[in-house]
């Protein structure tokens, strides 16, 4: 009995401790999960390809730091670039590279054309007091060259459509301007309509209207013709040379029009070429029509 009673008393006792003692719980520090993805750097420009229009612009960005970055352009003459401000300038590829410390990071932009339009051809329309013809008086506003149309729907004074006859020109230079002409039907017309189409010229990068000089120009002795003394100044010899006279009264209205093709096509050439001055239609002998002064345009200078 003695026995069992200091057996209980230990049991009493080791119970006691037990409860009054806290537990202390070792802990283990834990390394946080880290995705692979995570892991890697997360820098990056904000595009890798790009493809923008002349004349239009977009803004590159590099993603995922503050660091300084620094942009440049390996064709300054299609694309460039400031502060990651791209600005397309013709037609063509460049890369821009964002470099931020050693790493660089690069877009590549391909830079399109504008897109040809009728819209970018501003047309002034005449009707020749002479020949009663219609004369168009264009300037190609579009940054290349084209192949434009004029097409002329002739009426008499019922509305009822007499004929249409048409003019083009094939190889229009931008920033140019020439002239259109189309001739009115034999028994005259009440009113007229116009349409001007354009589409892109096979001639675009063989155009040499600036490569054609008139040095001299004067109304022959007799008074039949303008004398156009004209030279190519270039180093490329040329196929075509168009050129046209529009021929004006004391009023600056237009009285008629003519047209050559000049003969200094070969590089270096001088040649003297001829307009004809207006005359009466309606006179047997074709007696001439006084005028007060010309205008000389070049409407085309090219290779085929």
């Not at 064709?75 to 400031?82: D, L, R």
Request: glycine share 4%; aromatic share 10%; charged share 25%.
């Amino acid at each position: 009995m003695k026995n069992f009673k200091k057996v209980l008393a230990v049991f009493l006792a080791a119970l006691t401790i037990f409860s009054v003692t806290p537990l202390i719980e070792a802990t283990v520090p834990v390394a946080p999960i880290v995705s692979v993805a995570e892991a890697k750097s997360k820098v990056k420009i904000s595009k890798k390809k790009l493809t923008l229009i002349e004349g239009n612009s977009y803004k590159l960005k590099v993603k995922g730091t503050k660091k300084k970055v620094k942009w440049s352009s390996s064709n300054k003459k299609i694309a460039t670039v400031k502060k990651g401000k791209v600005v397309a300038k013709k037609a063509g590829t460049a890369k821009i590279t964002a470099k931020v410390g050693k790493k660089k990071y690069t877009c590549k932009v391909t830079v399109k054309p504008l897109p040809i339009t009728v819209k970018n051809i501003k047309a002034t329309y005449y009707k020749c007091t002479n020949s009663k013809s219609v004369v168009a008086i264009l300037k190609n506003n579009n940054k290349r060259a084209v192949s434009v149309h004029l097409s002329v729907v002739f009426y008499d004074a019922k509305g009822n459509i007499i004929d249409t006859y048409g003019d083009s020109n094939y190889c229009f230079e931008a920033g140019r301007t020439c002239v259109l002409h189309v001739y009115s039907p034999t028994d005259g017309y009440a009113t007229y309509k116009t349409k001007l189409t354009v589409d892109e010229s096979y001639y675009t990068k063989k155009t040499y209207v600036k490569n054609i000089s008139i040095t001299h120009h004067n109304v022959n002795e007799s008074g039949t013709s303008v004398l156009v003394e004209n030279q190519n100044i270039g180093k490329v010899n040329l196929d075509t040379i168009r050129a046209s006279i529009l021929f004006y009264d004391a009023d600056g209205k237009i009285i008629d029009y003519d047209y050559t093709y000049l003969s200094a096509k070969n590089a270096g050439d001088s040649a003297i070429d001829n307009f004809y001055v207006p005359y009466d239609k309606n006179s047997s002998n074709y007696d001439k029509i006084k005028f007060d002064s010309y205008k000389i345009f070049i409407d085309s200078a090219y290779v085929y």
